[in-house]
């Protein structure tokens, strides 16, 4: 059972999701029936699975918002901003509500009163349809008070497919359904298609119903009970009273029905008062939802029937929710994997075995197809994870009294899902921030000359085996004067220290730094920006700001690919091999005096007239250094940075598996992991940007 919760949460969340996005798209008011379509659909999908799970309370309290809704979707009532902005605490409440019923928690009584009142300003809307309804019968003076009564009643006739039981759901759920929306009043089985005990399937359903049903529901809130198995039915749907209907239904079924639904005391004699003598052979092609079931679902019924008639064989693509610690063991085992088969490579090119060697080879190429396939399930688009970011930059926005506009970007980039992750909290506090300090009052950008509706833009793009992610906007920018000034008064710099403009803007990442003339409960502690800057760096990433006055700021964010298997290249320097991302290497050469320059007592290297700096890695980590020994270069890019790394020996390529080295090597400068070699020696992973930002530094 924990399972089917855990499945029900997901989908709920991953629904409320989708309504909260389409809330916030729609929360000045619109009318455009996409978004209302999803809105509504979210309601719906959230009663049905928690009617499956008989939470009562939810299916009770989502079915008022559904019933809204489908007014809004029938034009009788207007999603405007105060509407849009009830529903979006309807989406908080219900999820809420969702949480503490998959814990198996009951209701605080902070959430009850909160679900009343929800449930009062949500019933005022239907109240004033109701009112409306009742001005009209009392009009209608032909309607009596016995019509009004049969009105309530209905004539479901339900068949289900054999297959019925793949399609996830159980006849019993289904008249679930119906007892929350009305009475059932007469039911009859209809069992002439059951088989003799020794030819039964029990993976398959044989048995069909005839039954009344009492409700006030519309027929389309009826048929919606089978929006999920609208393919795996033959349903018929009519009002009692619809004579017409019923004779039509008696025509068209194999079964003796009338004798049936007399015998059961649904109809009486009289309802067939026409005697149907003459009895037309149903076309094949029709079937008894056909003048029930709206247009679409109609389509779907014949085209069903017509598939049996022509089978068809068609490809179908499933997705499959997989809990993704399954995914992280099986990278670790892939990693392992990597690891034997580089044992197995060394052994080989040792003994001189060739056969082994062809081995090897072929187990390489088919270990380096499976890493790819195993690491892009772990990928995923980034749009899932910042359009939950809308909610925060409305919420925050209008805490603040601002007006912004949120503009998400390059959505369908991929990134591994951890790293994602990791990301989520490090983006609130800069998207936060870019609102609080970024983006002025709308009185104060009037009077700048702007439009009073500020811009915060979130993007995110690949670059040279990276992942760039940027946070701009067209604010006041950041006065590098007043941020220097609070460095000097905190200690974090000394007063006559010399700093660019962005060593000052990058300021603002140190710990208590904050600029805001008062605190709030949204930034200005001087807390969350030092935890931005330490949570990228964990994540092998670099972070720059850049600023203009009266025209915004822009945070650019690097980050690798992924943290759990990367292409390297393997170097050695003094006594110790190293590995370097391979997409970070543009090239490599052998060092001679002709190439070698020094400027201002920095080494440096001509490489076809551009000046790039050195850093000998044997002298950064005070490697024992030996005469005559052949010098090469490795020279890595990343961003718009190059330079070139001196090494003794290049041995070239190859998978490597990232591991964590602990912590009593994690202020090694410039070393991000470890990997094991097919020898069983250790490599040490380079940490390109952080020797890139050492080797600036010496140069300047």
Not at 41 to 55: C, S
Request: glycine residues 6%; contains cysteine; hydrophobic residues 35%.
């Amino acid at each position: 059972m924990q399972e089917e919760l855990s499945l029900f949460y997901e989908d709920a969340t991953e629904q409320l999701q989708i309504m909260e996005n389409a809330l916030l798209d729609a929360k000045d008011g619109t009318e455009d029936m996409d978004k209302i379509g999803e809105i509504f659909r979210a309601m719906h999908t959230i009663k049905g699975t928690a009617g499956m799970f008989e939470f009562d309370s939810i299916v009770s309290f989502t079915h008022i918002a559904e019933n809204i809704l489908d007014d809004v979707r029938s034009g009788n009532t207007k999603l405007d901003s105060n509407l849009s902005t009830l529903f979006m605490e309807v989406k908080d409440n219900t999820l809420q509500m969702v949480e503490c019923c998959v814990k198996e928690q009951e209701f605080p009584n902070e959430l009850n009163l909160q679900t009343f009142d929800l449930s009062k300003q949500l019933s005022s809307f239907l109240e004033q349809e109701d009112e409306t309804t009742i001005e009209v019968n009392i009009q209608d003076e032909t309607q009596n008070i016995d019509s009004v009564k049969n009105d309530d009643l209905w004539h479901i006739s339900l068949r289900f497919d054999e297959d019925f039981f793949n399609s996830g759901m159980d006849t019993i759920s289904i008249f679930r359904f119906f007892n929350k929306m009305g009475e059932i009043q007469i039911n009859t089985a209809i069992t002439e298609t059951i088989p003799n005990i020794e030819n039964i399937d029990c993976l398959k359903t044989y048995i069909g119903f005839e039954f009344d049903f009492e409700s006030t529901c519309s027929k389309d809130e009826i048929l919606e009970i089978f929006e999920f198995v609208e393919d795996d039915v033959e349903l018929e749907v009519f009002k009692h009273s619809d004579t017409k209907t019923l004779k039509e239904l008696v025509e068209k079924k194999e079964e003796n029905i009338k004798e049936i639904l007399i015998e059961s005391g649904a109809f009486d004699e009289s309802s067939f008062q026409e005697n149907i003598e003459t009895k037309v052979e149903p076309k094949k092609e029709l079937v008894v939802a056909t003048s029930t079931l709206p247009e679409t679902t109609t389509e779907k019924t014949v085209a069903k029937t017509e598939v049996k008639n022509e089978p068809e064989v068609t490809n179908k693509s499933f997705s499959l929710r997989v809990d993704s610690s399954k995914v992280d063991l099986l990278i670790n085992k892939m990693g392992e994997m990597v690891i034997q088969n580089a044992k197995l490579m060394q052994l080989a090119e040792q003994n001189a075995n060739e056969d082994l060697e062809e081995v090897s080879e072929g187990m390489s190429s088919l270990l380096e197809e499976i890493r790819e396939a195993v690491m892009n399930i772990r990928m995923v688009q980034v749009k899932d994870s910042f359009v939950k970011f809308k909610r925060i930059v409305n919420d925050t926005a209008k805490k603040l009294g601002k007006d912004i506009e949120f503009i998400i970007e390059g959505a369908e980039t991929e990134l591994d899902k951890s790293v994602v992750e990791k990301l989520s909290d490090p983006l609130v506090h800069m998207l936060r921030n870019s609102i609080d300090h970024g983006v002025e009052m709308p009185d104060i950008r009037e009077q700048k000359g702007k439009n009073p509706k500020g811009t915060v833009y979130l993007r995110a793009f690949p670059d040279s085996g990276s992942i760039i992610i940027e946070i701009e906007d067209d604010g006041a920018g950041i006065n590098k004067d007043v941020v220097l000034k609070k460095a000097i008064e905190n200690n974090v710099v000394s007063e006559n220290v010399r700093l660019t403009d962005k060593e000052i803007y990058k300021l603002i990442f140190e710990a208590g730094l904050s600029t805001a003339q008062e605190v709030s409960d949204i930034s200005g502690r001087g807390v969350g920006m030092d935890v931005v800057k330490r949570n990228i760096q964990d994540l092998r990433g670099t972070i720059d700001v850049n600023s203009a006055t009266n025209k915004g700021s822009k945070i650019t964010i690097r980050l690798p690919l992924t943290l759990a298997i990367i292409d390297g290249f393997l170097v050695q320097a003094g006594n110790t091999k190293y590995i370097i991302p391979l997409d970070l290497i543009s090239e490599c050469m052998e060092l001679t005096d002709e190439y070698k320059t020094t400027i201002d007592g920095a080494s440096t290297i001509n490489v076809r007239g551009d000046v790039l700096p050195l850093l000998d890695i044997r002298t950064f980590y005070n490697e024992e250094i030996y005469e005559n020994i052949r010098r090469n270069v490795v020279i890595v890019k990343y961003g718009n940075y190059k330079v070139g790394l001196q090494v003794d020996e290049l041995y070239g390529s190859q998978q490597t598996v990232i591991k964590p080295l602990g912590d009593i090597f994690e202020n090694i400068p410039g070393i991000s992991g470890g990997s094991i070699l097919g020898t069983g020696e250790v490599a040490l992973i380079f940490d390109i940007p952080k020797l890139l930002e050492y080797r600036i530094k010496q140069g300047e």
